[in-house]
């Protein structure tokens, strides 16, 4: 499975940008699809999570600001992010699970990196 993101970018304060996130296995299988990033000097944390069944759960910091969605007919994962700030700065992953015998399999993407300054 490979998990190609795109959409970083460098943006002012209050900006906005959309990460996509393109998979080569159908989402409408998947179990849970989501959003991380790492920012300099931290651990990788979970921004966005939009599980099978359409709950989506979100960093406490981004709500009201950013929101996960899927296409299944394009098997296309969405960050679309408003009033962006510097403490978004960060690298921004993909990582989808599907459902195995014995659990769930998650996969990651490469990360693109957004920045936020004036």
């Known amino acids: 499975v490979q998990l190609v993101e795109s959409g970083g970018d460098m943006v002012q304060p209050g900006g906005s940008l959309k990460l996509s996130c393109e998979s080569s296995?159908?989402?409408?299988?998947?179990?849970?699809m989501g959003w991380y990033r790492r920012a300099p000097g931290q651990e990788r944390d979970l921004v966005a999570s939009?599980?099978?069944?359409?709950?989506?759960v979100y960093k406490d910091s981004v709500k009201g600001r950013f929101t996960i969605s899927g296409d299944n007919a394009k098997n296309m994962v969405y960050l679309q992010m408003n009033n962006l700030q510097p403490e978004d700065t960060a690298v921004y992953y993909c990582?989808?699970?599907?459902?195995?015998?014995?659990?769930?399999?998650?996969?990651w993407g490469q990360g693109t990196q957004v920045t936020v300054s004036s």
């Open positions: 990582n989808i699970g599907w459902r195995t015998g014995d659990g769930v399999r998650n996969f």
């Open positions: 296995r159908p989402i409408f299988s998947s179990h849970v």
């Open positions: 939009l599980t099978h069944d359409g709950s989506a």
